[in-house]
Nanobody
Framework: EVQLVESGGGLVQPGGSLRLSCAAS????????MSWVRQAPGKGLEWVSA????????LYADSVKDRFTISRDNAKNILYLLRNSLKPEDTAVYYC????????????????????WGQGTQVTVSS
């Protein structure tokens, strides 16, 4: 059974930084691209970023480009999201998600594109 467990959320002031982690088990982690998806209060899911299976390719939503950095450690089966210059509008529950198809890079928040999600970690950006 695939398990994804996020950590690293919390309260941070505007302009601050925070790194999220997603520990994966039950899959050949290095065979799958991975994504981060977030849900702000009262809003729908928003795709944030994706990284290729090997980690060399990264993609970002326009809203986070140049502020967020996605990376992965395939030896440890961990996905990361480093977020700098945080804004109040970055307040959301952040989820890591595994695409359904091996090697496929997913850049949407459509649930049918993924077959495993973490439980989410809350990030609140506020002074």
């Amino acid at each position: 059974e695939v398990q994804l467990v996020e950590s690293g959320g919390g309260l941070v002031q505007p302009g601050g930084s925070l790194r999220l982690s997603c520990a994966a088990s039950g899959l050949t982690f290095s065979s799958y691209a991975m994504s981060w998806v977030r849900q702000a209060p009262g809003k729908g899911l928003e795709w944030v970023s994706a990284v290729t299976a090997g980690g060399s390719g990264t993609l970002y939503a326009d809203s986070v480009k140049d502020r967020f950095t996605i990376s992965r450690d395939n030896a440890k089966n961990i996905l990361y999201l480093l977020r700098n210059s945080l804004k109040p509008e970055d307040t959301a529950v952040y989820y890591c998600a595994k695409p359904m198809w091996r090697g496929r890079v997913v850049t949407t928040s459509r649930r049918e594109e993924y077959d495993a999600w973490g439980q989410g970690t809350q990030v609140t950006v506020s002074s």
